[in-house]
C-alpha cells in the first residue's frame, strides 16, 4: 500500500485547509486510516482517524469540533479539513493506514497500530 498525501501550506489562523490521502495498492481499498502531526523535537500525535465504512471516527482533544475527517471508498482517499486554524496546528502532518478487521469498531489513535505511513506535508499557521 502506498499513500500519497496533499494539500499542505501555509494559513493565517482562522483559515481553513483540506488535506487529501491517496491510498494505492493491492489492499487500498480495506483500510481504516489517520492523520497524525508532528513538531520538530516532539512526539508525533494523533489528530484524527475513520474506520473503512466511514462510519466510525474519532479526534484528538485540541482539533475535536474544528477539524473533519471524511473518505471517498470510491477513490481510496481520506481528507482532513482543517477550519478555524491555529498557529499550534503548525506541524508536519502524516497520513497512516492500517488493514481493517471487522471486529474492530474503535479507531486506533497509536502510531504503532498502523502499518502504513505517507510521507509528510508541512502544515503552517501564522498568526
Known amino acids: 500500500v502506498q499513500l500519497q498525501a496533499s494539500g499542505g501550506g501555509l494559513v493565517q489562523a482562522g483559515g481553513s485547509l483540506r488535506l487529501s490521502c491517496a491510498a494505492s495498492?493491492?489492499?487500498?481499498?480495506?483500510?481504516?486510516m489517520g492523520w497524525f502531526r508532528q513538531v520538530p523535537g516532539k512526539e508525533r500525535e494523533f489528530v484524527a482517524g475513520i474506520m473503512l465504512s466511514g462510519g466510525i471516527t474519532d479526534y484528538a482533544s485540541p482539533v475535536k469540533g474544528r477539524f473533519v475527517i471524511s473518505r471517498d471508498n470510491a477513490k481510496n482517499t481520506v481528507y482532513l479539513q482543517m477550519n478555524s486554524m491555529k498557529p499550534e496546528d503548525t506541524a508536519v502532518y502524516s497520513c497512516?493506514?492500517?488493514?481493517?478487521?471487522?471486529?474492530?469498531?474503535?479507531?486506533?489513535?497509536?502510531?504503532?497500530?498502523?502499518?502504513?505511513w505517507g510521507q509528510g506535508t508541512q502544515v503552517t499557521v501564522s498568526s
Open positions: 497512516a493506514a492500517k488493514g481493517h478487521r471487522s471486529f474492530q469498531i474503535i479507531v486506533p489513535t497509536r502510531g504503532l497500530d498502523y502499518s502504513y
Open positions: 495498492g493491492r489492499t487500498s481499498s480495506s483500510l481504516d
